[in-house]
């Protein structure tokens, strides 16, 4: 076995979710648009323009083939953070006036959704944060529930960003499309991962991002849904690109590297999902020898890319340093600038203990056997060496029940 | 999150890591924080007959500047009595290890965690005079 305190090599990536590397395929085919094909899409009078426009059609369609959708109904932007706040706020604002004021989103969504829905609550509107199940699933009678005679909107993510659970998409839409209720899903963690069919699907808009599925930062897409027609409000003002839901010069290299992207996705997706599930089994078999480990979120219906445990009466952030052979993410409030547990777990129930004690390995393309097992005995040996340190553990260990304990509150 | 060497050394190669026997009434426990909030110090010493700290010891449950903080005043409170010891500022703790602004909670812990431990072993003392 290799050192494993070894500094002198980067640390294995294994925080896919955060963000994921170019696909090398990607980058070379973004970079004649940046240096010879450099035209702005809109110009019509010339052929810089003409080979930009056709690269970013090209692009577009790429993108919905991905998602069986029409290439006229993908709009693109900055990035997942702008289509969700495109989608939530354009919707609701079209709509206001002739459904209501009141939107429902789930407690565990992206910042981007629960932020752009407060926005609009300092605006006037009224907001159900329905939380899910204890294991991260919407139920769908609570769901149901919670429409009001004016809920405009509903926003549910496709794939959790930190415990990878995939919501029954197709049933929540179907109980929006019967109350009339206008359904935006955030897709950014779903592309390549999950297969998307929006002619079949019962959703009117949807966000995309590219970095998550080996494309390039800074640049997303939003389907709007034609059939039925659905209306948003610009966010952004200008020269009405986008047939004037998003203006702004497009950014033809970063268009290209997304389409690109999603092309790849689309014909490699199945071989590589499956190799993914490999790697996530091996993984979670090697981890659960670990004792008191808890799997955050339901197995069942995930993503093979995520694995999100939590090793208890070991704190995220000691473990993090720990374990700087790889590159993982902790929901502990000690890595967050807000000094709050990840309220993704906190949302499932789960004790802020486990919150803080919880780590998120998202597994990718580029991801070998001999990375995870790699992993496996390092989180073994310094999950052993943290116990050591723990007044938690050697409390456990001696049978006394920590949550019966009067802990002083600082 | 960037680290100060001190940080660095104390989380790799903790001092004084382990229990003593907590029913030696030379012994003080002070046990400081909650789980909830990511961090808890517990800290043991063991003061002679002139009221000198002979031992130290600690367990941790927290982030690498937590760990640090105890570890260190394991280091520092040999020695000293445990006057001397309940004087030790979380302020200096911090500037030793050179803390970032977030992180000062962990030395106000480490503090905290002493004035426990002092007030423990003051306790067991006081107990055994008026028997």
Redesign the interface.
Known sequence: MANMNQTDRPPIYLDYSATTPVDIRVAEKMIPYLTEHYGNPASRSHPYGWTAEKAVENAREEVAKLVNADPREIVWTSGATESNNLAIKGAANFYASTKGKHIITIATEHKAVIDAVRELERQGFTATYLEPEPDGLVDLAKFKAAIQPDTVLASVMLVNNEIGVIQDIEAIGNICREAGVIFHVDAAQATGKVKIDLANLPVDLMSFSAHKTYGPKGIGALYVCRKPRIRIEAQMHGGGHERGMRSGTLATHQIVGMGEAFRIAHEEMASENERIRMLRDRLLTGLQDIEETYVNGDLAHRIPHNLNISFN???G??LI?AVKGIAVSSG????SAS?E?SYVLRALGR???LA?SSIRFSIGRFTTVADVDYTVELMKSKIEKLR???????MFKDGID?SKVQ???? | MAYSDKVLDHYENPRNVGSLDKNDPNVGTGMVGAPACGDVMKLMIKVNDNGIIEDAKFKTYGCGSAIASSSLVTEWLKGKTVDEAYAIKNSAIAEELALPPVKIHCSVLAEDAIKAAVADIKAKQSARATV
């Not at chain 1, 502990?332 to 890595?335: I, L, Q, V, Y």
């Not at chain 1, 050591?388 to 050697?394: F, K």
Request: proline letters at 7%.
């Open positions: 009466y070991v704190e952030e000691s340093m502990s409030a000690c890595t000094l547990p004790s802020d203990e803080h050591e340190l723990s007044p938690l553990w050697e920590i802990w002083a509150a600082h």
